[in-house]
T-cell receptor
Framework: KNQVEQSPQSLIILEGKNCTLQ??????????LRWYKQDTGRGPVSLTI?????NTKSNRRYTATLDADTKQSSLHITASQLSDSASYIC???????????FGTGTQLKVEL | DGGITQSPKYLFRKEGQNVTLSCEQN?????MYWYRQDPGQGLRLIYY???????QKGDIAEGYSVSREKKESFPLTVTSAQKNPTAFYLC?????????????FGAGTRLSVL
């Protein structure tokens, strides 16, 4: 069964600190992996998309890594800000078609 | 919200009533999608359309219907056959198929049952 599991389920950090969110998947065959940010009561917004051959991709203070051999990805947030408080969703695309599998998200709260 | 407009933001449905959620995009995208989001679960695909006048069922299509008469519009009807409609509904669009292209989401419609 194709699954995407994220950890931790929730996380609280102080403003200015770094954090890393994890994503493990069993989707096969694999096409690409995306990270989305979803503010409460809003639609998700794309942060990064990585294909099989990409190990790292950055978008401002967000850096995503991908290890296709171990089927793991991480999202590192540097120098967190209050506006980073949101749910971060890992999404894996099934190769050869249009199927996306969504993780349940990590709920991040950044506090003063 | 990337040029995708969903309305209304909040919607209430009575027992036995059909309700329609609106989704309009001005991104000139061919593909459009409807997802349902429930607490503690990942987004689940209800219906998708890759071109005007064509659409396919997703993983949880029962109790829902859609139409795609115009490229810009992809309304979702929640019928009385959907026994558990309370959820957050998200519409998205992409240039091509969702497998290769980034999806842009609307702000969502929260549906509740009275």
């Amino acid at each position: 069964k194709n699954q995407v599991e994220q950890s931790p389920q929730s996380l609280i950090i102080l403003e200015g600190k770094n954090c890393t969110l994890q994503c493990n998947y069993t989707v096969s065959p694999f096409s690409n992996l995306r990270w989305y940010k979803q503010d409460t009561g809003r639609g998700p917004v794309s942060l990064t998309i990585m294909t099989f051959s990409e190990n790292t991709k950055s978008n401002r203070r967000y850096t995503a890594t991908l290890d296709a051999d171990t089927k793991q990805s991480s999202l590192h947030i540097t120098a967190s800000q209050l506006s980073d408080s949101a749910s971060y969703i890992c999404v894996v695309s099934l190769g050869g078609g249009n199927k996306l599998t969504f993780g349940t998200g990590t709920q991040l709260k950044v506090e003063l | 919200d990337g040029g995708i407009t969903q309305s209304p933001k909040y919607l209430f449905r009575k027992e036995g009533q059909n309700v329609t959620l609106s989704c309009e995009q001005n991104l000139n995208h061919d593909a459009m999608y409807w997802y349902r989001q429930d607490p503690g679960q990942g987004l689940r695909l209800i219906y998708y359309s890759q071109i005007v006048n064509d659409f396919q069922k997703g993983d949880i299509a029962e109790g829902y219907s859609v139409s795609r008469e115009k490229k810009e519009s992809f309304p979702l009807t929640v019928t009385s056959a959907q026994k558990n409609p309370t959820a957050f509904y998200l519409c998205a669009s992409s240039i091509g198929g969702q497998g290769l292209n980034i999806q842009y989401f609307g702000a969502g419609t929260r549906l509740s049952v009275l």
